[in-house]
């Protein structure tokens, strides 16, 4: 299970840092060697360093949007 002090620590993250800890959880897990235990924390390591990505995309995607409508309603 994911300790709250590295989901407080994840939330912090910037999307490149998440995306680029996410990238290395990946490999990590990939390769394989390690306990069920281990395997499972870093699992869900990678699920909450996914979501803060997700969370950066769907601000920027809202940001793009807003830009967009506020384009939209200058030109009308």
Known sequence: MTDSTDTAEIA???YERARDELVNVVK???QGGMDLDDSL???ERGEA???RCEEHLA???KRVEDALAHR???EG
């Open 12 to 14: 912090t993250f910037g």
């Open 28 to 30: 990590m897990l990939e």
């Open 41 to 43: 924390a870093l699992w």
């Open 49 to 51: 360093l996914a979501n």
């Open 59 to 61: 601000g920027a995607r």
């Open 72 to 74: 939209t309603s200058q």
